[in-house]
Each structure stands twice: as C-alpha cells, then as structure tokens.
C-alpha cells in the first residue's frame, strides 16, 4: 500500500499561491501521482497527475523532484472557492490511500 | 452527459435493515468502486470490481455485498451485519489511472 503523508491542514489568503507537499517514500517505479480535490458531501475531483518533473494545467502545477519521493501541488492565485480538501494519492487505484488529505482554507 | 449517477442522495435505515445504494455509469469503464467516508475522515475502499461478474473484497468489506451483472452497474447492499453504517458513500469508476466519482449518497440509521 503506497501511503503517502501531508500536512492535515493549511490556511492561505486569496491571491497567494499556495504549495502542499506530499511525502511518498516507497513510491513504486510505475507509480504516478495523482492530486484530486474534495468539496463537503461531494465526490473528489480530479485536479493533476504526473511522474517525474513538473506538470502543469489550467488550474495547478505539479512538481515532482527526482528521486519521487515526494511531490507538490502548486495552486496559483487561490480564490475562496479553492477551500477544499486536497488528497494525494499514489500507485493504483485499488491500492489508493487517501487519508485525511490536507484541508486548505482561503480566508478572504 | 457521461457521468457517474448515484442514488438516492439521502438514504435512512432502520436497525436490522438491509439497504440498497444504486450506482450507474455511462462512461463504459471496466473498473468500479465503492468507497465509505466519514465525517472528517479520508476515504476507505468497501469494494471494487475490475470486470462483470467479477469484484474484490476492499479494505473494510465487512457488512457490505456487491454485485456486477452489467458493466454499467455496481449497487452496493448495506446489510444487517454492518453495525455502524451512518456514512457517506461513495461511487467511482476508472479510465486508466484517473478515478471519476459519483456524487455521493448519506446513509443514517434512525
């Protein structure tokens, strides 16, 4: 089970970028990384995924240094709306595991 | 639109019950998922099925049963034997890597 390890929560103003770190130490060499963001009493959504370096969208980026082991979602110029709470998953989808995830609050 | 429909949103049971979740997807994915949350809470797998006619026992499997006669369809049955069942649950199916979620049933017990 690829568990994976992030801060429970974080507070940001509206405006700021905001980076979560996720620790992943016994990634798998065929694992990706997947970030997905969850609304009260909402299915999570799918936000990025990646595997090695840097991937960006139209709404984050995701940094992955090169030994994997860890990785970091980047939400640009976070609004109010972006309060959520964001789950970093790794390997396959049965063998997810989602935690806590990291609740991010934007003040205004 | 292609999605992922769960029903009811709002579901009560009575102790000794057995309940029914319904979840249809449109999206022609082989692989289906059902998953419990708690308040607060990250999500736990129940369940999940790669194929028809096929599923497998997640991490907290106890209390529930599935079934896959369509590839369409995964309801998930809350039985009797699941003392604990107030939740939010949780549909999904697979393309690839990527998850896509339902959006959500709440079971209580009254």
């Known amino acids: 089970l690829a568990k994976t390890t992030q801060p429970i929560s974080m507070d940001s103003y509206e405006g700021q970028e905001v980076n979560i770190t996720c620790s992943h130490n016994?990634?798998?060499?065929?694992?990706?990384i997947t970030w997905y963001q969850q609304f009260p009493s909402q299915g999570p959504r799918f936000i990025i995924q990646g595997y090695k370096t840097k991937v960006t969208n139209e709404v984050a980026s995701l940094f992955i240094p090169a030994d994997r082991k860890s990785s970091t979602l980047s939400l640009p110029r976070v609004s109010l709306s972006d309060t959520a709470v964001y789950y970093c998953?790794?390997?396959?989808?049965?063998?997810?595991?989602f935690g806590s995830g990291t609740k991010l609050n934007v003040k205004p | 639109d292609g999605g992922i429909t769960q029903s009811p949103k709002y579901l009560f049971r009575k102790e000794g019950q057995n309940v029914t979740l319904s979840c249809e997807q449109n999206?022609?994915?082989?692989?289906m998922y059902w998953y419990r949350q708690d308040p607060g809470q990250g999500l736990r797998l129940i369940y999940y099925s790669q194929i028809v006619n096929d599923f497998q026992k997640g991490d907290i499997a106890e209390g529930y049963s599935v079934s896959r006669e369509k590839k369409e369809s995964f309801p998930l049955t809350v039985t009797s034997a699941q003392k604990n069942p107030t939740a939010f649950y949780l549909c999904?199916?697979?393309?690839?890597?990527?998850?896509?979620f339902g959006e959500g049933s709440w079971l209580t017990v009254v």
């Open positions: 999904a199916s697979t393309a690839g890597n990527t998850i896509y």
């Open positions: 016994n990634i798998a060499t065929n694992d990706y």
């Open positions: 998953l790794v390997g396959e989808v049965h063998k997810f595991y």
């Open positions: 999206l022609n994915h082989d692989a």
